[in-house]
Nanobody
Framework: VQLQASGGGLVQAGDSLKLSCAAS????????LAWFRQAPGKEREFVSV????????VYADSVKGRFVVSRDMTKNMVYLQMNSLKPEDSAVYYC???????????????????WGQGTQVTVSS
């Protein structure tokens, strides 16, 4: 299983950015794909998740209403559309995958077995 995140960059507050994560090496519809982020000096935190390509998506309260997660099952891609970005959204964003995670544990980073390399998002004020 391999995950490759891309799309990060330097933007201003209020701007939008779309992250992409290319997944390979597994049957797409059996895996849950999630986004996490980690700012300097802080723990990795949950951002959003799509459960096994279904309509089930979950968002952290801090991004709800601003971020949208989507998947293209034909291309094995997961996206994170980030709107109305704030300086506190600055972090390295990671995509993660799991074939075994259950709905009640989607926000738990330690339960994701596979991780991409991360892409830096910096939002200036």
């Amino acid at each position: 299983v391999q995950l490759q995140a891309s799309g990060g960059g330097l933007v201003q507050a209020g701007d939008s950015l779309k992250l992409s994560c290319a997944a390979s090496g597994f049957a797409n519809n059996r895996y849950t794909l999630a986004w996490f982020r980690q700012a300097p000096g802080k723990e990795r935190e949950f951002v959003s998740v799509n459960f096994r390509g279904s309509a089930s998506t979950v968002y952290a309260d801090s991004v709800k209403g601003r971020f949208v997660v989507s998947r293209d099952m034909t291309k094995n891609m997961v996206y994170l559309q980030m709107n109305s970005l704030k300086p506190e959204d600055s972090a390295v964003y990671y995509c993660a995958a799991s074939s075994t995670i259950i709905l009640s544990s989607l926000r738990t980073s330690s339960l994701y077995a596979y991780w991409g390399q991360g892409t830096q998002v910096t939002v200036s004020s």
